[in-house]
């Protein structure tokens, strides 16, 4: 008889923007993207649904 199983679905795609909200609380309600500053033909690597709501998308240039 085989066993139940659990599946378990982890959408991480916004992860980095909601590390950064919550290391900086002042960032609460604003529009988040993290990517690489140093790079000038770098990608935004997350994005909260607020930036996103801008037409913010991951991998778009930064």
């Known amino acids: 008889m085989p066993k139940d199983r659990i599946i378990l679905l982890s959408d991480c795609q916004a992860f980095y923007a909601s590390v950064e909200k919550a290391a900086h609380p002042e960032y609460k309600d604003k529009p988040v993207a993290v ?25 778009s240039r930064g």
């Open 35 to 59: 990517g690489d500053p140093t790079r000038m033909n770098g990608i935004v690597l997350a994005a909260c649904p607020i930036a996103k709501a801008y037409g913010v998308t991951t991998a």
